[in-house]
């Protein structure tokens, strides 16, 4: 089965501090990952993709087959991370199947 | 338009009416998904159309859920005999063809509510 596992529902970290947001993935063949966010009254958009590796707003995220996870990482997180984080699995030609999401709060 | 346009942006209705739920695409996208983001269930997919082709109903939790395309762009998502558990925030998407990986453009999604 197809499935994406987000453990937390919920993240606070202070400014400046380092992120991580835990993404585990289920699905037999070669995965393509996504992360999505939704910020604070705005669409979900998207963030990054692996098949880019790539860094947005900061942001990287590792695929690692050996232990199926797609973690979503940034050193030194700021006020404006604040958001909604959902990681996502592309299964068959175009569908999206998408984690519980996680809820990142930035203290100052 | 600029961006996934979807009306009305909160619906509130009794239980055991029917609803429809509208979402315009992005000019030229030829792909068109409805998604259902329900508290303390996350994103889920319900139907996925691409151009001429027969849409991929695989994610509709049941038979009172229809969806269709008209012309290749507008598409009406249609809910009868409403329950309480149909209460979510139905999200569309849209994207391009041309061989791999379009990322999806969502909308802002419609509110619904059933009393």
């Known amino acids: 089965a197809q499935r994406v596992t987000q453990p937390e529902k919920l993240l606070s970290v202070f400014k400046g501090a380092p992120v991580e947001l835990k993404c585990n993935y289920s699905?037999?063949?070669?995965?393509?990952l996504f992360w999505y966010v939704q910020y604070s009254r705005q669409r979900l958009q998207l963030l990054l993709r692996?098949?880019s590796r790539e860094s947005i707003k900061g942001f990287t995220a590792d695929l690692n087959k050996g232990e199926t996870s797609f973690h979503l990482k940034k050193p030194f997180a700021q006020e404006e991370d604040s958001a909604m984080y959902y990681c996502?699995?592309?299964?068959?030609?175009?569908?999206?199947?998408f984690g519980q999401g996680t809820r990142l709060t930035i203290n100052p | 338009g600029a961006g996934v346009s979807q009306s009305p942006s909160n619906k509130v209705t009794e239980k055991g009416k029917d609803v429809e739920l509208r979402c315009d695409p992005i000019?030229?996208?030829?792909?068109l998904y409805w998604y259902r983001q329900s508290l303390g269930q996350g994103l889920e997919f319900l139907i996925y159309?691409?151009?001429?082709?027969?849409?991929?109903k695989s994610g509709l939790p049941s038979d009172r859920f229809s969806a269709e395309r008209t012309g290749g762009s507008v598409s009406t998502l249609t809910i009868q005999r409403t329950q309480q558990e149909d209460s979510a925030v139905y999200l569309c998407?849209?994207?391009?063809?041309?061989?791999?990986?379009?990322?999806?453009?969502f909308g802002d999604g419609t509110r619904l509510s059933i009393l």
């Open positions: 159309f691409q151009g001429n082709s027969a849409p991929d």
């Open positions: 699905y037999s063949g070669s995965p393509e």
């Open positions: 998407a849209s994207s391009e063809t041309g061989g791999g990986y379009q990322p999806q453009h």
């Open positions: 692996h098949i």
């Open positions: 000019s030229g996208h030829t792909a």
């Open positions: 996502a699995l592309l299964s068959g030609a175009q569908k999206l199947v």
